[in-house]
């Protein structure tokens, strides 16, 4: 009995086992003419775009990056509370994370711990200032764009253009007046 092996191995065939045998479990056996697609490998924190779309590798996954991730991550509730590491899963401590990042018996020690060293009131003004730079801005934001509105048309049923502008100019000098007038007010507060 002859040691012969009857099967010649082809090219293909060595590659492949050497691709096996370097662990590179996606590389090419054979040469190919024609569109060759160049792939580039992306580390953790790498942004790339691809195909209109931004990427990024998080804790090694490939994800998509849009204008909604930070939005998710404001909404985004912990396990266990950044401050003390206690479960999450009370519903107070829930909605107190939204508001102040930490649970609500980390909460009520802090609110606690301002009132006993005399800070709590300071501590409320500061929020409401907060709140009336945001409303200064959101009305500041309304009031461009009421100037900037231009009116609108619809088509009814019959297929008639309405114009529904009136007086428009007057409408919008009301509303931005009373939006400026509003804007002043709540800057006389934050003073």
């Given at each position: 009995?002859?040691?012969?092996?009857?099967?010649?191995?082809?090219?293909?065939?060595?590659?492949?086992?050497?691709?096996?045998?370097?662990?590179?479990?996606?590389?090419?056996?054979?040469?190919?003419?024609?569109?060759?697609?160049?792939?580039?490998?992306?580390?953790?924190?790498?942004?790339?775009?691809?195909?209109?779309?931004?990427?990024?590798?998080k804790?090694?996954?490939?994800?998509?990056?849009?204008?909604?991730?930070?939005?998710?991550?404001?909404?985004k509730?912990?396990?266990?509370?950044?401050?003390c590491?206690?479960?999450?899963s009370?519903?107070?401590?829930?909605?107190?994370?939204?508001?102040?990042?930490?649970?609500?018996?980390?909460?009520?020690k802090y609110?606690?711990?301002?009132?006993?060293?005399?800070?709590?009131?300071?501590?409320?003004?500061?929020?409401?200032?907060g709140?009336?730079?945001?409303?200064?801005?959101?009305?500041?934001?309304?009031?461009?764009?009421?100037?900037?509105?231009?009116?609108?048309?619809?088509?009814?049923?019959?297929?008639?253009?309405?114009?529904?502008?009136?007086?428009?100019?007057?409408?919008?000098?009301?509303?931005?007046?009373?939006?400026?007038?509003?804007?002043?007010?709540?800057?006389?507060?934050?003073?």
């Amino acid at each position: 009995m002859s040691n012969h092996l009857k099967k010649e191995f082809k090219k293909s065939d060595v590659q492949r086992m050497r691709n096996i045998i370097t662990k590179d479990y996606t590389g090419s056996t054979k040469q190919q003419t024609g569109y060759k697609k160049t792939k580039v490998d992306y580390k953790e924190g790498d942004i790339w775009e691809e195909n209109g779309r931004k990427w990024t590798i998080k804790d090694g996954i490939k994800q998509n990056i849009t204008k909604f991730d930070s939005a998710k991550e404001a909404i985004k509730i912990p396990l266990a509370c950044p401050k003390c590491k206690k479960g999450m899963s009370y519903y107070l401590s829930k909605e107190t994370y939204k508001k102040s990042k930490m649970c609500f018996d980390c909460y009520i020690k802090y609110i606690t711990e301002l009132k006993n060293n005399g800070l709590y009131e300071q501590y409320i003004r500061a929020a409401e200032k907060g709140n009336a730079k945001y409303f200064i801005k959101a009305f500041e934001d309304q009031i461009e764009e009421v100037e900037n509105y231009t009116g609108a048309t619809y088509v009814t049923e019959s297929g008639d253009i309405e114009d529904w502008k009136g007086n428009l100019d007057l409408q919008k000098k009301r509303i931005t007046d009373e939006l400026k007038e509003y804007i002043k007010f709540l800057k006389a507060k934050l003073d």
